[in-house]
């Protein structure tokens, strides 16, 4: 079983539907989740980033952390074409350690 | 956010010969550095931890003889791929943290490495 588990998809949605993704881990030693949002052939771009527990909203996107069922979401409001990519969540024990990622979940927003 | 920048872009060499790949920090310090590897349509998979002034740490299974890594200055962490051989073509990506305790990491926007 992986430390991290990501469905792969692909998920598609129409264009101005809400996209939630999500992650679930086995380590309760993780308190730090990232998500990142990758284009093919490119590095991963920083999405969102959150410290245990709780609620963190930024313009279209929102992270859920809920440490007690070891299980973390990204939702997305009004999807966009561009939003059309792979995302990644990722996570780690202490501020600045190594990163274990899940395997990524495609996400294709059709217009 | 931060930038993390990466050299070469893309690079094709023949099997045998030995190949750098640069990873830098431009708007920030990086004592340390996370060298990644991943294959079509897979995640990023941790190869080994790029120490400022020290050595680097390598993930399990990864040849450290074959995977050098150099992390001589705050900004620039070098990953050597020796004698390389087919398989060993991927995309190889960087990565840092923005200062001790932060937990934000940035990536660079990786490496194609083809060996012919």
């Known amino acids: 079983q992986k430390e991290v588990e990501q469905d792969p998809g692909p998920l598609s949605v129409p264009e101005g539907a809400i996209v939630s993704l999500n992650c679930t881990y086995s380590n309760s030693a993780f308190q730090y989740f990232m998500w990142y949002r990758q284009y093919s052939r490119k590095g991963p771009e920083l999405l969102m980033y959150?410290?245990?527990?709780g609620n963190k909203e930024d313009g279209r996107f929102t992270a859920q952390v809920d440490k007690s069922s070891k299980y973390i979401s990204l939702f997305i409001r009004d999807s966009q074409p561009s939003d059309s990519a792979t995302y990644l969540c990722?996570?780690?024990?202490?501020?600045?350690?190594?990163?274990?990622f899940g395997g990524g979940t495609r996400v294709l927003v059709k217009p | 956010g931060a930038v993390v920048s990466q050299h070469p872009s893309r690079v094709i060499c023949k099997s045998g010969t030995s190949v750098k790949i640069e990873c830098r920090s431009l708007?920030?310090?990086?004592?340390?550095m996370f060298w990644y590897r991943q294959f079509p349509k897979q995640s990023l998979m941790l190869m080994a931890t790029?120490?400022?002034?020290?050595?680097?740490?390598?993930e399990q299974g990864v040849e450290k003889d074959k995977f050098l890594i150099n992390h001589a200055s705050l900004t620039l962490s070098t990953l050597t791929v020796t004698s390389a051989h087919p398989e060993d073509s991927s995309f190889y990506i960087c990565s840092a943290p923005t200062g001790l305790g932060s937990y934000e990491q940035y990536f660079g926007p990786g490496t194609r490495l083809t060996v012919t």
């Open positions: 990722a996570m780690s024990e202490a501020a600045g350690n190594k990163l274990t």
């Open positions: 959150t410290y245990s527990s």
């Open positions: 790029s120490n400022e002034g020290s050595k680097a740490t390598y």
């Open positions: 708007d920030f310090q990086a004592t340390t």
